[in-house]
């Protein structure tokens, strides 16, 4: 009797691992890049995605330090066509139709800028999905539910909606951190500047006092003297 139950456990977390990996691996084939870029002053920085099949295209991103916080941005596609073209924005998120298949050109332009250098964190996700490798998921997702319905009450359908529910919400929390994070970055760099010319203009300030200070001391001296070398000539 233990022996068909501690069968029947093995089992039970045999199917169960079975089901995290298939739904783990369902999301591999969704592209997603994460990158920051130091765009120099009066240069381009372009990145460059392969697209296999006509999918969904979603790029993010922000400026998150230097000068104004603004940057050019530009999409051109495989065949040069422009699908996005902003001139001095610091933040944005577009939702294109990659309906070409080839490469696809990311730019960020900071040629409008002479001395500011520009921190860019962008984002990519597109899907890219294999229908071979999907019908091969199916099978093993069929046949893994056969197994765990007959162990268990709950079907493999409620794994399944479970953990997509759980890997969304994971999904969503990892995104909206690096919103945070890209936020928290842009305004602690903001600050900073901001620290820095304070402590400049305050200084300039300071030399600005004491230089005024020390004329009107050397200007009342020298009234004085001019007095005394008078006195002196007179007595004389």
């Not at 984002?123 to 268990?152: C, H, N, P, T």
Request: aromatic letters at 10%; a negative charge; hydrophobic letters at 40%.
């Amino acid at each position: 009797m233990c022996g068909k139950v501690v069968k029947m456990f093995k089992s039970f977390f045999f199917s169960v691992f079975v089901c995290v990996l298939l739904n783990l691996t369902l999301f591999v084939h969704t592209l997603e890049i994460d990158l920051t870029v130091d765009v120099k002053p009066g240069y381009e920085e372009c990145f460059f995605e392969e697209i296999k099949k006509p999918t969904s295209l979603e790029i993010e991103y922000q400026v998150i330090d230097g000068g104004d916080l603004d940057i050019n941005f530009m999409v051109t596609s495989p065949h040069g066509r422009i699908m996005v073209s902003e001139l001095q924005k610091s933040d944005a998120v577009h939702k294109l139709d990659a309906t070409e298949i080839g490469v696809y050109k990311v730019c960020f332009d900071n040629s409008f800028s002479h001395f500011a250098r520009k921190l860019v964190f962008f984002e990519i996700m597109a899907g890219d999905d294999d229908e071979d490798e999907e019908d091969d998921l199916k099978k093993d997702w069929k046949a893994a539910q056969e197994e765990l319905s007959s162990i268990v009450d709950m079907t493999l359908e409620d794994f399944k909606r479970l953990l997509d529910n759980v890997n969304n919400n994971l999904d969503k929390a990892s995104s909206d951190q690096q919103v945070l994070r890209n936020y928290e970055a842009r305004d602690r760099n903001q600050q900073e500047n901001n620290f820095q010319r304070v402590n400049f203009f305050s200084g300039v300030q300071v030399f600005i006092m004491l230089s005024v200070a020390l004329t009107q001391v050397l200007l009342i001296r020298s009234l004085f003297d001019d007095k005394k070398r008078v006195q002196m000539k007179a007595s004389t």
